[in-house]
């Protein structure tokens, strides 16, 4: 009598090879599933509990917006490679920080990334070199308005044209090394109040300087905008939401911390609820987009 052998079957790891080749066989890849998150310390969240990932340098916090939109989006895998500090040229080349290296941000996206959310260009016009300068003025003195604007000049809003075209490279980066994700640039927040002449000595801006830089503020998000749809992506707009919320607000309101923190944040930076709100904006953005 002739024996009959039964097929055996498989086991797991080798109905993952026969899964991965059949589709491999078909033309078929993994639809994109992960949310990779990119930019700078607006991203990161200074100082915000609980500061997580490596190098310890990049000051992640796993409460900033990244961490609450993951939540409310439809991904399942996510990885944040912002860092407090980065500019443009950091999505391609490696930034140093205390405690080692940040890789080039680029290099976290692939074909599998299904959403990318971009925040940087502050950093490239020189955000705390300003903060610090228009910060430390003398409240009998001119401010820091004619260090900048001068000669017929004003070299901020110059910095924030030569930023323009770094920017449209770097959303440009984003979208060839992930050619099926889902591409948002995310704005700036609201720093100074939307009318009057800031909160001096509680944010140390003199009033003359409040105005102008707040045009700046607006100026430098107005370029983001620009690039994003240049690049023919999204651009989230976290400035209009956060109005009322600024560095002059009160504790129970502010979403941006001023020069000296009474929540746990950076200064002149995104405090816990700043980065809820801000991270449901982003959700929602995201979700208009993204629907499967």
Known sequence: MRTIRRPRRLTAAATIVVVLVTAALSGCTPAPDTYVAL???YVSGPAIPNQ???????????SNYPNVARVGIKVTKFTDVSCSGAQTRDFRNAQD???????????????????????????????????????????????????????GRDELRERIAATAPDVLQALNDVKA??????VFMVGYPTLLPETGTGCYPLVPLLPSDVPYLRGIAKALNTMLAEQAAAAGVHYVDVAISSIGHDACASPSQRWVEGVFPTAPAAPVHPNAKGMVATGAVVTRAINQVVTS
């Open 52 to 62: 997580t990932g490596l190098p310890l340098g990049c000051l992640r916090s796993d």
């Open 97 to 151: 920080v205390t405690g080692g290296s940040n890789s080039p941000q680029l290099d976290a996206l692939d074909d599998q990334t299904k959403v990318a959310t971009v925040g940087i260009g502050g950093n490239d016009i020189g955000f705390i070199d300003i903060v610090k300068n228009c910060g430390g003025k003398s409240p009998t003195g001119p401010g820091c308005k004619p260090d900048y604007v001068h000669d």
């Open 177 to 182: 090394r992930a050619p099926r994700a889902e």
């Open 39 to 41: 930019g700078d310390s």
